[in-house]
């Protein structure tokens, strides 16, 4: 064997260690990398679109330590970094809507409780998001009108609006009325099935919670109510037979059963009164990460 022969072979040997090797890194997923995808997923976000947004929080917060590279974060999925720093830890918090508990547990600080376990658990079951996360880092276009506009009177927007400014939803937040809850369906709350099927966002006012008659009502007209029970929360449709007894009453294409308690047993958090589906969640951030 000559020595360029030697070259090519060692060249092809070193060309399999590498391709073993990188092989052997895409299939390693950390219990921390397993979270971060797992609601990167449910957010609909790509690894692009967390960067981006750690750059965001990086510039808001001065803070370059919250800034994630692509590199890094695969390097925090797969394990390589297994305990990032608190700067980072925070990005992936506040980006991902995630608790501190989740990212302690996914980091081996509670190693009693099963990682798996927990996000399969958090998928499946629908589950509050606060507020904060709702409105943290997040833009919205308002108006500008002219002085001498006149409310009281029909015009044309275009003739009111003076311009345009972007602003952080964040600091609306005082504004925003307490009694609003913002719950996402979980995989196995399939109730309100075709009507909010699973991953559905759903803006629930807490001072709706009197459930009315639905005689004669087609399922399109009645209420749906997001409720606490004994499995934990779910959006369903309801009815009181008496004082003491409520029904969960699916939609008729769920395939879902009646389920009835005890008056006791249910609570009712309160009335849908906004969704915003899978697609289109996915849709809206798009939209938001193309006009910033």
Excluded at 129 to 155: A, F, G, N, Y
Excluded at 187 to 194: I, K, R, S
Excluded at 224 to 236: A, D, F, K, N, Q
Aim: aromatic share 6%; proline share 4%.
């Amino acid at each position: 064997m000559n020595r360029d022969s030697d070259k090519e072979f060692a060249l092809h040997l070193e060309e399999g260690r590498f391709e073993r090797r990188v092989k052997t890194i895409k299939q390693t997923v950390s219990p921390l990398g397993l979270l971060i995808q797992r609601a990167m997923q449910l957010l609909g976000l790509s690894y692009q679109q967390l960067v981006s947004e750690s750059n965001l929080l990086a510039e808001q917060n001065q803070n370059s330590d919250m800034r994630i590279g692509k590199s890094t974060l695969g390097n925090i999925i797969n394990g390589s970094i297994r305990q990032p720093g608190t700067a980072k830890l925070d990005s992936l918090r506040i980006i991902l809507h995630l608790t501190r508990d989740d990212i302690d547990l996914a980091i081996g600080l509670a190693p009693e409780r099963r990682v798996a376990e927990q996000l399969r658990i958090r998928s499946q079951r629908t589950y509050e998001v606060t507020s904060d996360s709702v409105t943290r880092h997040r833009k919205i276009k308002v108006p500008v009108l002219r002085e001498d506009t006149q409310l009281k009177e029909s015009q044309f927007l275009n003739g009111m609006v003076q311009r345009w400014v972007n602003l952080d939803v964040e600091y609306l937040g005082s504004f925003y009325p307490p009694y609003l809850k913002y719950v996402v369906i979980g995989e196995h709350d399939t109730h309100a099935v075709p009507v909010a099927p699973p991953g559905t966002r759903v803006l629930v006012n807490t001072l709706l919670t009197q459930v009315r008659p639905s005689e004669n009502v087609g399922f399109h007209e009645r209420e749906l109510y997001c409720v606490l029970g004994p499995r934990g929360i779910t959006c369903t449709y309801l009815e009181l037979t008496t004082r003491v007894k409520i029904i969960l009453v699916p939609h008729p294409l769920s395939g879902r059963m009646r389920g009835e308690f005890a008056a006791t047993e249910v609570t009712v958090i309160g009335q849908a009164v906004g969704l915003l589906f899978q697609n289109n969640v996915i849709a809206v951030r798009n939209h938001a990460q193309n006009t910033e």
